[in-house]
């Protein structure tokens, strides 16, 4: 965990603060030099891979890397799961303080497509996450299956690393 003044709502308020500052350069610099990995959206992934079907996987430990996208389009993050908006920053930091003073949480909810994760429920937690430096995160996995795999056009975890 990201180190701090002991003070969990205090440090809640400076890690949003420098979410919010990390974001706001990225994507500066993704405007100047054209980079930066955008959100994607399950639907529209999946109406190009053709969805066929699903299944429950269940409570697994997944890489916070391979989260690249989101269900919900008004979540209010960025590719990296910065935020966007000043209008998360009270549950963001009730979150953060809370994981800084030890407390847990329920897993968050994803679909798995190949290799990467889509959130459902949880860009919160995935934020805060991402933030302390924390590597893999608890979640209820529903793999879904597509017609075309998604490595054949790129879609890996390792491609948003």
């Known amino acids: 965990m990201a180190g701090g003044t002991g003070f969990s709502s205090q ?7 420098k979410a919010r500052r990390g974001q706001v350069l990225r994507a500066l610099v993704a405007k100047v030099k054209g980079g930066g990995h955008p959100i994607l ?9 053709g969805r066929t079907g699903t299944r429950r996987l269940g409570l697994r430990s997944i890489p916070l890397d391979s989260i690249v996208g989101t269900v919900d389009r008004g979540h209010g993050f ?4 910065r935020p966007t908006t000043k209008r998360v920053r009270r549950r963001w930091e009730r979150i953060a303080g809370a994981t800084r003073r030890g407390e847990s949480f329920p897993p968050i909810d994803v679909y798995r497509v190949g290799t990467v994760h889509f959130v459902e429920d949880g860009h919160h937690r995935v934020s805060v996450a991402r933030q302390l430096g924390h590597e893999v995160i608890e979640a209820r996995v529903t793999e879904i ?7 054949e056009i790129g879609l890996t975890a390792a491609h948003f690393r």
């Open 78 to 81: 960025d590719g990296e799961f």
């Open 41 to 49: 959206f399950l639907d529209d992934v999946t109406a190009a891979l």
């Open 11 to 17: 440090d809640a308020q400076s890690d949003f603060s």
């Open 145 to 151: 299956k597509t017609r075309i795999p998604p490595s």
